[in-house]
């Protein structure tokens, strides 16, 4: 299984604040999500072939 | 992308991102958080700013606080940290209104070069997906990890 690294240059540094973990089971944009959910059900995934070039 | 970006807070599970944006109007705290859609390992990427007084978070707001490179910039970053967390999440990102979507498309258009190297950006057309190519218009667009 081929693994993904990020480039750590890149990466950003991040303060890790637990308060925020609060965020978690609450959906801040439930609007957005549900936009995404109804045009992921409508359109689908987009499709991969095996060197993950997509095919549609 | 070497773009100035802002300190960055997150969660320990890195889906919700706090920064503060600085500009010419004053101190605005922003939100991003990754929520999982119903499709499983896809997250839709929702972003706006936290209103200090009520608490609520509006992701409609233009703020004209005259940083938003370096906003954009930062909300990149917290797709870098995101992804590197959750390597194979696909991220779903779409603007609130159709010109935010456009100004997202201008933004990963313009350095395009660079995020190439790191993500695969998938841009939604017409209800078909392609692979993202600059001066088209798209609906929304999914990212991953190469």
Known sequence: M????INTRKKPIVIIDKSLDFYN????????????NQMLKNVGLPMFDEKGKLVS | MNLERYELKAGIELEAFEFVS??????????????????KGVYNLGFGDKNIETGEIDDTV??????????????????YAFLDKHPNALVYATGSTKSRTRL?????????DEVEKDFE????????WHIFE?????????????
Do not use: C, H, M
């Open chain 2, 104 to 112: 997202y498309q201008i933004g990963i258009s313009k350095y395009l």
């Open chain 2, 121 to 128: 950006i998938e841009g939604e057309i017409n209800n078909k």
């Open chain 2, 62 to 79: 233009i703020s004209n606080n005259g940083d938003s490179e370096k906003v954009l910039a930062t909300v990149v970053a917290t797709l």
């Open chain 2, 22 to 39: 600085i500009g010419s109007k004053g101190k605005i705290k922003k939100l991003v958080q990754f929520q999982e859609t119903n499709y």
């Open chain 2, 134 to 146: 600059k001066g088209k218009n798209y609906d929304a667009f999914l990212v991953r990890l190469k």
């Open chain 1, 2 to 5: 081929k693994t993904k690294k």
């Open chain 1, 25 to 36: 089971n609450i959906s801040l944009f439930p609007e957005k999500v549900e936009k995404a």
